[in-house]
C-alpha cells in the first residue's frame, strides 16, 4: 500500500470535505512527480511508449493540448416535456508547466473551453481556469500550496439549476489551499485549510424579468486534521476531523439566512487485502446548521472507494459517499448527498480502453422537504492512437426524479460526445 497512497487517500478526503470540493489542482496531483504503486487501475496505468513526451525547458516540462469535439444532446434544457435537443461543438486547449526537480515542485496551468450550439446559440459559453502550486519537501514531511482563479458555467442538468433561466447560470470561483505533513515513525499526522470564494452573475427569465443570482455569493473557509496510524504495510487505520465556515453576502435579502458553520468527525482504515483488493473506507458524523440554530442538517457522513484487481486487463472500481452541498434555491441553504458508483474499465488493447458506469444519487434539502433521485448510466471507449492523438467516444444517459413540490424538476437527458485530443 505505502505512504504515498494514503497520502493520495487524504487528498481525496479533502476532495469530498465541505469547502474543498473545487480544489482540483489538489485532487489531480499534476504538480506531484511521485513514483506509483506496483498495481494501477487500468485507466492509471501507465504507457511509456503512448504517453505524450512534453517540452523540456531547462528544468521544466512544457506540456499543451488541444480538444475539437462533437456532441449530442436530447435535452439541453433539462425539461420534463417539449425537450429541445440540439448539436454542440466543443473546442479546448490546455497548457501547463511543470518542474522537473528531484525535491520540491511547481506546477502552473491554464485552460480554455468553448461550447458553441448550432441551434440555440444563447446556450453556447466559454470558460477558462488559471491554476498553480508548489510543493516544499522538508526534512520530515512536505508543504503544498495552491492557489487558482477560474470563470465557470453551472451545468443545467444539477440537480437544483434555475430552470426558469434563459440562458446557463455563470460563476467567478477563486480559491487558495495549503496542506502540510509530517510523519513520526508508523503515525503520520496531516492538516489542511481551504478558502473559496463564489461569485455569480445574475440572469434573466426567459420572460424578460430579472432573475437575481447574487444571494448565493458566499466565501468557504474549511480546516482539516488528520491522523493515521500504519498497523502494517496493508493497513492504516486514521481519524479526521473538519470544521467549516460559511459566509453569504448580507447586503442581498433573502427569505433565510444563509450563514452557516459546521463540523465533521470520520474515522477510517486504508486496506490492501492481496493485490487484488484494495481502498480506504470512512464514517463518521457531520454537522451544520444555521445562524441561532435556524435550520440544520446533521446525521451520517462517509466516503469509501475500493478497487478490485478481477484480471490484470480487467479493474472494477465501487465508491460511495454522503456529504453536504450548497444550494442553488434561496430559501434552501443546503441539501444532504448521498452517492454510488459503480464502474468497469477494460483494457481491450494496450492502446484502447473499454468503459461501463453506473451511479446513483439521492438529494434531500434543507428546509423545505424536496428530495431528488438521479441514476446514470454511461459507456466509453478511449483510443490513444501513438503519443499525440488521443479519442474519447461516450454515451450518457442522466434522469431526475423529484418529490416533495414542483420547483424540482423531472427530466431524461441522453448525450452522444466524440473528442479528439492532440497533445504534446
Known sequence: MGARRRRAAFLLCLGVWPGLASAQALQERRFEDRQRDPDLAVVERPHPELDPLGVPVGTLILESSADLGLQYDSNIYALDRNAVS????????????????????LNASASLFRRQYLQEGSESTTDYRLSAAGRLDLERGYLEVSVDTAKLTQSRREVDAPGAADRPIRFHQTGATVIGEVPFGKVTARAGFDWHRYRFDDARTIGGAPLPQDYRNRDVLSALGRVDLALSPQLALYVSASVNSRSYDDSVPTSLDRDSSGFTLEAGA????????????????LQQEGPYNSWAAKGLSGRGKIEWFLKPVLTVTVEGGRRIEDSAQNDAPAYLRTDFNARADYELLRSVIVSAE??????????????????????????????????DLRFEHLAQHSS??????????????LNLRFQR
Open 270 to 285: 486504508d486496506f490492501e487485502i492481496t493485490r487484488q483488493l484494495r481502498g480506504h473506507v470512512q464514517a463518521g458524523y
Open 358 to 391: 453506473a451511479g446513483y444519487s439521492w438529494d434531500k434539502f434543507q428546509g423545505t422537504g424536496e428530495r431528488a433521485r438521479r441514476p446514470l448510466y454511461a459507456a466509453s471507449v478511449r483510443y490513444r492512437m501513438g503519443r499525440n492523438l488521443v479519442y
Open 86 to 105: 440540439d448539436a454542440i461543438v466543443t473546442a479546448g486547449v490546455n497548457l501547463s508547466a511543470r518542474s522537473d526537480w528531484s525535491r520540491n515542485a
Open 404 to 417: 416533495g413540490s414542483d420547483r424540482l424538476r423531472d427530466f431524461r437527458d441522453d448525450r452522444l460526445m
